[in-house]
């Protein structure tokens, strides 16, 4: 699909979240890379990335100069007698013994299982046509369109003026009305502009406008958060969508039914009688199921629903699940867990057990499992050899940006690699895939953007500390924010305390107002009673604070310098997991947060409580660990690419073109010192 028909399939030109076409070409680039996971042990990931059409909105090192210590872990699948997770945890952590095996790789091919025969698939409708109908105004629609697609309403206005105030046919009033309602949105009223899409859904609306009417409130709902609902929108249409975006539909069903929680799922099927709808209900209750029994409950949902949408290739990956081999290899874990990363590197440890043993207690299946110290490494590259000679048929780390860089940097990949950190450039290697799974505030950037547009704010101010942190992070937001039709009124980086106030003052433009009130005082040459007034073009304030500390001394700042009243937003780097009462100073903060902050897994949670092995401030690594284990154990599911989805403990998990995974973190707030999910 090239950009035009793209543009001409979603029909609202302009707001899009990223740029889809693109993306093609970057998931058929990134192929070569997938399809070679292939290692002979396991991992075989075929050609299958599947790519949306049209799916919118919304992208310390370790030692250098000692030998390789391995802490070898023999975890093999057992069905003995229940124990107490925290107490093998702790014990696993306490028995790391030297190892100095060096095996050759296992040679041994394990080909996944096949799904069993599926049933004959009804044909699929063509869809609606997307042909608009003809007009004797079709030039000034085109060009209040090309108008929205800049964000330009105000254009937009002016072109739509041109038309007759009486006389337009039944069609053109329609085309009319939602051109309007994206004009409203882009001012930021989003429910004036809901509420002129519903007056527009009616009977007889002609077909190619309706689907426009459809995808735009769509993609509102979609912005605004309102899961259930929007994947209920994307059901609908489905049905009458053209056969070349119902890829792109069913994605979005399912993206949003993962990001809607188990009761209200469970609500929602036990209200409808829609049986294509409580097909996708009762799948998205399935998928949570445990992962010992999941394969069955797929294998029965198929059964019961041979005609659902869903149901020749199961969505998010789940396709994978049926093809799992229940027979595992080993894997290798390189962190650091020494030096100066050694207490980062615990808490993934920790997490990564964590969830093994939940596994393995459940009756799973799981890897024998080799820890590697990379502080008692010569290098990153040197560890993931010697976990090779070990015959692992997967890596797990490592941690530090360094370590990831040096292991980049190898010509041949024998085993596929899941790097727990992020860098910009992978360098092409032949062999396995490279994936990586960090906590970058890069995500929470992406996620703070969208969250305050589908509040409603255009107009931004941007607070950023200077250094890494800040250029690392600002420019990713203002691009997004960009993106999706916000404007930067001002932006100040601030360095030391010493800047807080100043930085503040200058941003709010108080220091103009204090100048104009100096110079009247000049022309009248007596005292006047004044208040400064700060500036009045913005309506949200991202706060891009690296940690809890910067972010309670800004935040009261801003309420001092009568600015109180703007919304503002953070990185989830403002809380570290600890309650502290200072935080009543982060009161009305709108962050994004990881669902393991707002009370997700929390079976997991306990058996690290309960093992004493929680990490402190560091539990978000916990998390990361957690899902470190989940997408290992699942890793043949990213064969489905951008279909792939999991619902992570750090994030809803997708993966992009280049094979990182970014997380869309949900809302949250503090509300009396608490952090409460919104």
Same mark, same amino acid.
């Given at each position: 699909?090239?950009?035009?028909?793209?543009?001409?399939?979603?029909? $609202?030109?302009?707001?899009?979240?990223?740029?889809?076409?693109?993306?093609?070409?970057?998931?058929?680039?990134?192929?070569?890379?997938?399809?070679?996971?292939?290692?002979?042990?396991?991992?075989?990931?075929?050609?299958?990335?599947?790519?949306?059409?049209?799916?919118?909105?919304?992208?310390?090192?370790?030692?250098?100069?000692?030998?390789?210590?391995?802490?070898?872990?023999?975890?093999?699948?057992?069905?003995?007698?229940?124990?107490?997770?925290?107490?093998?945890?702790?014990?696993?952590?306490?028995?790391?013994?030297?190892?100095?095996?060096?095996?050759?790789?296992?040679?041994?091919?394990?080909?996944?299982?096949?799904?069993?025969?599926?049933?004959?698939?009804?044909?699929?409708?063509?869809?609606?046509?997307?042909?608009?109908?003809?007009?004797?105004?079709?030039?000034?629609?085109?060009?209040?369109?090309?108008?929205?697609?800049?964000?330009?309403?105000?254009?937009?206005?002016?072109?739509?003026?041109?038309?007759?105030?009486?006389?337009?046919?039944?069609?053109?009033?329609?085309?009319?009305?939602?051109?309007?309602?994206?004009?409203?949105?882009?001012?930021?009223?989003?429910?004036?502009?809901?509420?002129?899409?519903?007056?527009?859904?009616?009977?007889?609306?002609?077909?190619?406008?309706?689907?426009?009417?459809?995808?735009?409130?769509?993609?509102?709902?979609?912005?605004?958060?309102?899961?259930?609902?929007?994947?209920?929108?994307?059901?609908?249409?489905?049905?009458?969508?053209?056969?070349?975006?119902?890829?792109?539909?069913?994605?979005?069903?399912?993206?949003?039914?993962?990001?809607?929680?188990?009761?209200?799922?469970?609500?929602?099927?036990?209200?409808?009688?829609?049986?294509?709808?409580?097909?996708?209900?009762?799948?998205?209750?399935?998928?949570?199921?445990?992962?010992?029994?999941?394969?069955?409950?797929?294998?029965?949902?198929?059964?019961?629903?041979?005609?659902?949408?869903?149901?020749?290739?199961?969505?998010?990956?789940?396709?994978?699940?049926?093809?799992?081999?229940?027979?595992?290899?080993? $894997?290798?874990?390189?962190?650091?867990?020494?030096?100066?990363?050694?207490?980062?590197?615990?808490?993934?440890?920790?997490?990564?057990?964590?969830?093994?043993?939940?596994?393995?207690?459940?009756?799973?299946?799981?890897?024998?499992?080799?820890?590697?110290?990379?502080?008692?490494?010569?290098?990153?590259?040197?560890?993931?050899?010697?976990?090779?000679?070990?015959?692992?048929?997967?890596?797990?780390?490592?941690?530090?940006?360094?370590?990831?860089?040096?292991?980049?940097?190898?010509?041949?990949?024998? $085993?596929?690699?899941?790097?727990?950190?992020?860098?910009?450039?992978?360098?092409?290697?032949?062999?396995?895939?490279?994936?990586?799974?960090?906590?970058?505030?890069?995500?929470?950037?992406?996620?703070?953007?969208?969250?305050?547009?589908?509040?409603?704010?255009?107009?931004?101010?941007?607070?950023?500390?200077?250094?890494?942190?800040?250029?690392?992070?600002?420019?990713?937001?203002?691009?997004?924010?960009?993106?999706?039709?916000?404007?930067?009124?001002?932006?100040?980086?601030?360095?030391?305390?010493?800047?807080?106030?100043?930085?503040?003052?200058?941003?709010?433009?108080?220091?103009?107002?204090?100048?104009?009130?100096?110079?009247?005082?000049?022309?009248?040459?007596?005292?006047?009673?004044?208040?400064?007034?700060?500036?009045?073009?913005?309506?949200?304030?991202?706060?891009?604070?690296?940690?809890?500390?910067?972010?309670?001394?800004?935040?009261?700042?801003?309420?001092?310098?009568?600015?109180?009243?703007?919304?503002?937003?953070?990185?989830?780097?403002?809380?570290?997991?600890?309650?502290?009462?200072?935080?009543?100073?982060?009161?009305?903060?709108?962050?994004?947060?990881?669902?393991?902050?707002?009370?997700?897994?929390?079976?997991?949670?306990?058996?690290?409580?309960?093992?004493?092995?929680?990490?402190?401030?560091?539990?978000?690594?916990?998390?990361?660990?957690?899902?470190?284990?989940?997408?290992?154990?699942?890793?043949?599911?990213?064969?489905?690419?951008?279909?792939? $989805?999991?619902?992570?403990?750090?994030?809803?998990?997708?993966?992009?073109?280049?094979?990182?995974?970014?997380?869309?973190?949900?809302?949250?707030?503090?509300?009396?010192?608490?952090?409460?999910?919104?």
């Amino acid at each position: 699909m090239d950009g035009k028909m793209l543009q001409q399939s979603l029909a $609202v030109p302009g707001i899009l979240r990223r740029n889809e076409v693109d993306t093609l070409q970057d998931f058929d680039r990134a192929l070569r890379h997938i399809t070679k996971v292939t290692d002979g042990r396991g991992h075989n990931i075929e050609p299958g990335i599947h790519i949306f059409p049209l799916y919118y909105p919304h992208s310390v090192n370790p030692g250098l100069s000692r030998p390789t210590n391995v802490s070898k872990h023999t975890m093999r699948a057992t069905h003995s007698r229940p124990q107490s997770y925290p107490v093998l945890v702790a014990l696993l952590l306490l028995t790391l013994v030297l190892s100095g095996c060096a095996d050759k790789p296992a040679k041994e091919k394990l080909e996944p299982t096949k799904p069993p025969p599926e049933k004959q698939q009804p044909a699929q409708p063509q869809g609606t046509s997307l042909t608009l109908p003809s007009s004797n105004y079709s030039a000034i629609f085109n060009s209040a369109e090309q108008s929205l697609a800049q964000f330009n309403w105000m254009q937009a206005s002016v072109e739509l003026e041109k038309l007759p105030k009486t006389g337009l046919s039944p069609n053109d009033s329609v085309y009319l009305a939602y051109l309007q309602a994206r004009i409203s949105y882009v001012r930021g009223d989003q429910q004036g502009a809901l509420s002129q899409l519903e007056r527009l859904d009616t009977p007889g609306i002609n077909p190619a406008l309706r689907y426009r009417v459809l995808s735009f409130k769509h993609y509102i709902l979609d912005m605004q958060g309102d899961s259930l609902a929007c994947a209920q929108l994307a059901d609908q249409l489905l049905r009458i969508a053209p056969g070349d975006t119902a890829a792109a539909w069913k994605r979005s069903v399912w993206r949003n039914l993962e990001k809607t929680d188990a009761e209200q799922l469970s609500a929602a099927l036990s209200s409808t009688g829609d049986t294509q709808w409580r097909g996708w209900l009762d799948l998205a209750l399935i998928s949570r199921d445990s992962t010992v029994a999941l394969p069955g409950q797929l294998t029965r949902w198929r059964t019961e629903h041979p005609g659902h949408p869903a149901a020749k290739a199961l969505p998010g990956g789940l396709n994978f699940v049926l093809d799992q081999n229940s027979q595992r290899g080993k $894997v290798a874990l390189l962190l650091p867990l020494s030096g100066e990363l050694g207490r980062a590197g615990k808490a993934v440890l920790n997490g990564f057990l964590a969830a093994y043993y939940e596994e393995r207690g459940a009756g799973g299946s799981v890897s024998e499992l080799i820890v590697i110290d990379l502080d008692k490494s010569p290098s990153a590259s040197s560890a993931y050899q010697e976990a090779v000679r070990q015959g692992v048929s997967m890596v797990v780390g490592p941690l530090s940006k360094e370590a990831l860089a040096d292991m980049a940097t190898q010509l041949e990949r024998p $085993v596929p690699i899941l790097a727990l950190n992020r860098i910009d450039q992978i360098l092409p290697a032949s062999g396995s895939a490279l994936v990586q799974l960090s906590l970058a505030p890069e995500d929470d950037a992406v996620s703070i953007a969208d969250l305050a547009v589908g509040a409603g704010a255009r107009r931004a101010l941007i607070i950023s500390p200077g250094g890494d942190w800040g250029s690392k992070v600002e420019p990713v937001l203002r691009e997004r924010w960009t993106t999706l039709g916000g404007t930067i009124a001002g932006s100040v980086t601030y360095t030391t305390y010493d800047d807080y106030s100043s930085s503040v003052t200058s941003l709010l433009a108080l220091d103009a107002s204090e100048q104009r009130a100096s110079e009247l005082r000049n022309v009248l040459v007596t005292d006047i009673d004044f208040a400064p007034r700060r500036r009045q073009d913005a309506d949200v304030i991202f706060l891009l604070s690296r940690n809890g500390t910067e972010a309670r001394s800004m935040k009261p700042l801003l309420a001092f310098h009568y600015a109180g009243d703007i919304p503002v937003y953070a990185l989830s780097s403002i809380y570290s997991g600890v309650p502290d009462e200072r935080n009543q100073d982060l009161n009305g903060i709108i962050l994004a947060e990881t669902p393991w902050l707002l009370g997700a897994n929390p079976g997991l949670r306990v058996t690290l409580a309960a093992g004493d092995l929680g990490s402190d401030s560091l539990t978000q690594l916990n998390a990361l660990g957690a899902d470190a284990f989940m997408v290992q154990s699942e890793f043949t599911r990213l064969q489905s690419g951008a279909d792939a $989805v999991f619902r992570g403990n750090t994030g809803l998990l997708t993966m992009d073109p280049n094979l990182t995974i970014k997380r869309e973190l949900p809302a949250a707030t503090f509300d009396g010192g608490a952090l409460k999910p919104l």
